[in-house]
């Protein structure tokens, strides 16, 4: 299936079966903004306690924190937001539509890298087990032409983005040819700024109200709190505080469903260490975090690093975890080493002083940082793109069946397992019931007693329920039920007491847990 028709039909998946829906869908939607149903919330939440745990339980000296989203307006300033924290905007005068212009110069040279992939591609098709790729890449005149081109445009839009230089990046559009993918024409406005923080005002008369920002980004909560958290907690550097919650940003283009929104959910890790070991704690980081990722078994392939081209005002390092969606790799989580950026300037701004004494060298200093943060819908995103399986089945007769599947690892499952009574009679539902009162003070469970077994092993299939347990007339008599495997299919017959067991068992985090310790 093409990759853009499995994108559509995992939208579509997401809604039929409650997972996201359009904000405000009745008064025809709210661009870039997406409510969660009834087992979004709940993968969701699942999401979050496996970031919360990986951070506060698997490592001592990691706190958390639950900061407000509106804060001093000086905070922004202080940050560099008010100023800095804008993406070059240019606008197609035909469609009239709106694009960021590092992101349309990002994506020709997708398409150079693409090109030479297809080469390659083709090279070791015709060449089978002789193919000598790297020999190939360096002598094929093809992907030496457009290697050139690729390398001289990436030269140039990397000095374009650190001078901040709009009409280089705009020359740039232009010697490239890059046309509007809507309009088809090369008909393009100036490279302007754009500020993405939405403000408000705070205080109940005009003459009271103050310009106040919705936060952009979790991690100046953590900042302003670091001297309270690291004085009441008695914390000694190196110490990390972790915290989860919403950020806005005004995206100039809001595409790819929940990939970017306006309104979403960040899991951010501040991590203090002293000055100079910043990027020994950097390369750690990118190590656990990328565990942690992989932990999910959706195959290593899948992630890579991106280091960044232009590294922000307060960073000396940064990269991304890049996930391969259906769209292409693109970034899920960025890792960044913010130096004391950020407490050096709220110090400045706050006349605070926000400074670590080390008993043990009898040093005072403003701590380094280094960041991970996660987008929560990204996260969802790469769950959903990664276990959305559409599968044909050969029946005993030979005929054959389809059934959509979402394969979620059983720790994120919103719905841990169904129990459904084979018949609505003969006591088989009050059995059944008995088996969720015993059950549902620990796991998710859902009761079912509509249609055939098969339709509702095929409904929990598309939720991704990873158990199902019927209940039959045998049940009534030994005690035993069967449990339905949802990825192999497979069932066994149980004493129902030992469900529990094998259910915890499969659902417990400490298994992904292991392995990223391991
Ligand atoms: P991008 O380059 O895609 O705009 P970014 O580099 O600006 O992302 P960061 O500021 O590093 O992103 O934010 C950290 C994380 O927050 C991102 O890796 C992503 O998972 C998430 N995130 C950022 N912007 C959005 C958005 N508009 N919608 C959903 N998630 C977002």
């Excluded at 699942?46 to 339980?57: A, F, T």
């Excluded at 700024?193 to 952009?216: C, D, Q």
């Excluded at 259906?326 to 913010?338: A, L």
């Excluded at 088996?435 to 598309?462: M, P, T, V």
Aim: aromatic share 12%; glycine share 6%; proline share 3%.
């Amino acid at each position: 299936m093409a990759q853009e028709d499995l994108f559509k039909k995992l939208v579509a998946h997401c809604k039929e079966y409650g997972y996201v829906f359009p904000s405000s869908e009745i008064y025809d939607g709210l661009a870039a903004v997406y409510d969660y149903g009834q087992y979004g919330v709940e993968l969701k939440n699942n999401i979050k306690k496996y970031w919360w745990d990986s951070m506060v339980l698997l490592h001592e000296n990691v706190v958390g924190l639950d900061s407000a989203i509106f804060m001093h307006p000086t905070v922004w300033k202080a940050s560099g937001h008010v100023d800095a924290f804008s993406d070059p905007l240019i606008d197609n005068k035909d469609s009239k539509k709106r694009y960021r212009a590092d992101v349309l110069i990002e994506d020709q040279m997708a398409k150079y890298e693409a090109k030479i992939n297809k080469e390659v591609d083709k090279a070791r098709k015709r060449f089978g087990e002789s193919f000598d790729e790297s020999q190939f890449r360096s002598t094929n005149p093809r992907v030496l032409a457009n290697k050139e081109k690729l390398d001289t445009l990436h030269g140039r839009f990397v000095e374009a983005l650190n001078d901040s230089n709009l009409e280089e990046l705009k020359q740039i559009i232009i010697d490239e040819e890059i046309v509007c993918p809507i309009s088809g024409s090369r008909n393009w406005t100036n490279v302007r700024h754009f500020n993405l923080m939405f403000s408000t005002e705070i205080g109940s008369t005009s003459e009271s109200a103050s310009k106040v920002y919705l936060r952009p980004e979790t991690a100046q909560g953590i900042f302003v709190n670091y001297l309270n958290v690291q004085k009441s907690g008695r914390m000694k550097i190196p110490f990390g505080i972790a915290q989860i919650g919403k950020a806005f940003r005004n995206e100039i283009v809001a595409r790819q469903f929940i990939f970017r929104m306006r309104e979403f959910e960040q899991m951010e890790l501040q991590f203090f260490v002293p000055p100079g070991t910043e990027l020994e704690w950097f390369k750690t980081w990118k190590e656990i975090r990328m565990k942690w990722h992989r932990a999910l078994g959706f195959g290593d392939e899948k992630y890579r690093f991106h280091d960044h081209d232009k590294l922000a005002h307060y960073a000396n390092a940064a990269t991304d975890i890049e996930y391969e969606f259906p769209f292409g790799f693109k970034e899920v989580e960025g890792i960044h080493s913010r130096t004391d950026f950020d407490l050096a300037s709220h110090q400045e701004y706050s006349g605070k002083k926000l400074q670590y004494f080390d008993p043990e060298t009898n040093k005072t200093y403003v701590p380094f940082v280094v960041e991970t943060s996660i987008g929560v819908d990204r996260m969802f995103l790469q769950v959903i793109s990664a276990t959305y399986t559409e599968e044909t089945l050969t029946k005993e007769d030979g005929s054959t069946d389809s059934r959509v599947v979402l394969k979620l690892p059983a720790v994120l499952a919103p719905v841990k397992l169904a129990v459904f009574p084979l018949t609505k009679k003969d006591g088989l539902p009050e059995k059944a019931r008995k088996i969720i009162d015993q059950l549902k003070f620990d796991f998710n469970c859902q009761y079912e007693e509509k249609d055939s077994i098969g339709k509702r092993y095929r409904r929990q299939d598309a939720i991704g329920t990873p158990f199902c347990i019927t209940v039959d007339h045998q049940s009534l008599e030994d005690d035993t039920v069967t449990i339905r495997y949802r990825d192999t299919m497979e069932q066994d017959r149980v004493q129902w007491s030992k469900l529990h067991g094998i259910i915890q068992e499969k659902v417990s985090m400490r298994n992904l847990f292991e392995n990223i310790t391991a």
